[in-house]
């Protein structure tokens, strides 16, 4: 495996700091499997575009078994996709909840658990996790309880 080009699976690059992942690992020639809702194709060969939604357990599946099947390897997954919805607590909707419990923890998990699974069959590989910094440093005028208790969970896990 020392000479193949490596690959790096991305979550949420739609825009952001997951559209410069993206080109950062390209800038480093790997190859990228990018996954998000709104992903638009990329005219590179060596960015395979896998719409849909990370809280789908299938979109992570796709993820994983179309990298395989296009790239032979997963040596890198940078969960980064997240949603963030500033509300004071109370004011947060069953549907509000749902949707930042299901990209911040399920879709981690999701694409986590299938990514691992494969890198541990070829004995390598590494995962990032992109939080948010309202985790440890949180901003009176910003209302951020879910996204807090969500990616903070993650933190830790991290740390």
Sequence with gaps: MGIEQKVAVITGPS??????????YRDRNYRVVATARSVKPLSDADVLVVPGDIADRKTAERAISEGMVRFGRIDTLVNNAGIFI???????????????????????FNITQLAI???EKQGSGHVAQINTSLVDNAIAGVPSVL?????GGLWVANS
């Design 15 to 24: 825009q952001g700091i997951g559209a410069a992942l993206v080109k950062a």
């Design 86 to 108: 500033a509300k004071p607590f109370t004011q947060y909707t069953e549907a509000d909840y749902a949707a930042i419990l299901g990209v911040n923890l399920t879709g981690f």
């Design 117 to 119: 699974a494969e890198m």
């Design 147 to 151: 996204a807090s208790l969500t990616k």
